[in-house]
């Protein structure tokens, strides 16, 4: 009995060292079969951080694909709230001021006075007075790319084109405290710094590397569904700054420099306006329950003729969109060059709706006497009861 008792416990001591072999043995396989697989799902982060992008687990990370030449075009569905887009929690703010309803005078101020503390003080305290001025129009996305505001979004993370602090909201937050109407610009399509980072969304050379203009500068493809979705995003997200209006410039296909070198691929039959007015009509969805107005720049040919077929923008279709309409207007002491602009816009505009659906736009520079500054209001449609912007590079105003 003694010795059968003994070949059992040998036994069952065989069995459990077999076990755990067996056991060590799975063990060992999966961390060698982790060691070769886990590498491909590491990203790293601008800064440094390190996660696992693993496609079932990570859904919202998911990017479609560029359409492969003859595949069927995408129909630009975007949905209310697109999947790698957080939505921005709503900054409390004054109720915003109804869409278009009046004209505006307005000065425009660049990025860069965004960026300090004080460097928008003097334009606030001119818009804030009650004189002649009682709009702000700040650039909150350059043609460079960089962004004025902090963004949650993917792309502008990869490509370090977002703010590192909240100052820009702060600005927005003490401007309509203080009763101004601000106005959000985005160069929308111009943008020299995503492209280079994502290569799946720049327009491309025939080569099929990103595209420059003739300011050497890279181009977001209007066509490409992540190149939309990114800028949809950011609409959404400086609506959730508390803006009353988010004006659209660079709104075009590119129309300068070596055009012929350019490749749409399997988009090159497809009418540009077509992409264009699409995406406009989804901005606007976007916007429709905040009460935020949506407004595009025109393109010189769009405003004197009424289309630009190179850009892609077609005036009436535009105007039946958009709030409001910028368009720029010459320094000129005559109404001669600003006429046909006028007439353009009449054409698709009800005249009692037109002061506050056209607004010109002056360049002046610095030191500009406002004697000078009032003819060419005047002569860029002041007489018709029309708004204005004026634009200096250095946010430097004579205001009349």
């Known amino acids: 009995m003694e010795s059968r008792s003994r070949y059992r416990g040998r036994r069952r001591r065989r069995k459990g060292v077999t076990a755990l072999v067996a056991v060590s043995v799975v063990l060992a396989l999966g961390v060698i079969a982790g060691l070769?697989?886990?590498?491909?799902?590491?990203v790293y982060t601008p800064d440094g951080r390190v996660y696992l992008d693993i496609p079932f687990l990570n859904r919202w990370r998911g990017e479609p694909l560029p359409t492969p030449s003859g595949a069927a075009l995408p129909a630009w569905a975007v949905p209310d709230t697109p999947p790698d887009t957080p939505t921005p929690t709503p900054t409390p703010t004054p109720t915003p001021t109804p869409r278009a309803e009046r004209p505006f005078r307005?000065?425009?101020?660049?990025i860069a006075l965004l960026q300090t503390e004080d460097g928008l003080d003097a334009l606030r305290a001119q818009a804030a007075a009650g004189g002649p001025v009682d709009a702000l129009v700040l650039e909150l996305k350059a043609e460079s790319g960089l962004l004025a505001f902090r963004s949650s979004l993917p792309f502008a993370i990869q490509a370090r084109v977002s703010a590192e602090t909240d100052l820009a909201a702060a600005h927005i937050r003490a401007l309509r405290r203080e009763g101004v109407y601000v106005v959000a610009a985005l160069s929308v399509f111009k943008?020299?710094?995503?492209?280079?980072?994502?290569?799946?969304?720049?327009?491309?050379?025939v080569s099929g590397v990103n595209w420059l203009d003739n300011t050497r500068s890279r181009w977001l493809d209007p066509y490409k569904e992540p190149a939309r979705t990114y800028l949809l995003g950011l609409i959404t997200e400086v609506a959730g700054l508390g803006v009353d209006e988010i004006l659209l410039n660079r709104f075009t296909f590119p129309a300068r420099g070596s055009?012929?070198?350019i490749s749409y691929g399997a988009y090159e039959s497809v009418p540009r306006s077509d992409a264009l007015e699409s995406f406009a009509r989804e901005a606007a969805d976007r916007l429709a329950s905040s009460h935020v107005a949506l407004s595009v720049m025109l393109e010189d040919e769009t405003a004197q003729t009424?289309?630009?077929?190179?850009?892609?923008?077609?005036?009436a279709a535009l105007a039946a969109i958009f709030d409001r309409l910028y368009a720029a207007a010459p320094?000129?002491?005559?109404g001669a060059s600003f006429a046909p602009i006028l007439a353009a816009v009449s054409a698709v505009?009800?005249?009692?709706?037109?002061?506050?659906?056209?607004?010109?736009?002056?360049?002046?520079p610095e030191g500009l006497p406002p004697e000078t500054l009032r003819i060419s209001?005047?002569?860029a449609g002041g007489r018709e009861g029309l708004g204005w912007l004026l634009v200096n590079a250095e946010g430097a105003y004579a205001v009349p």
Request: charged share 15%; hydrophobic share 40%.
């Open 259 to 261: 055009l012929s070198a």
């Open 377 to 379: 209001l005047d002569a």
């Open 331 to 334: 320094l000129t002491d005559t």
């Open 191 to 205: 943008d020299a710094s995503v492209p280079q980072q994502e290569q799946s969304v720049g327009v491309k050379h």
């Open 306 to 315: 009424g289309e630009d077929p190179l850009g892609g923008q077609r005036l």
């Open 36 to 42: 070769l697989v886990l590498p491909n799902y590491l």
């Open 106 to 110: 307005a000065l425009y101020a660049p």
């Open 349 to 364: 505009t009800p005249a009692d709706r037109l002061p506050a659906k056209l607004v010109p736009v002056l360049t002046v």
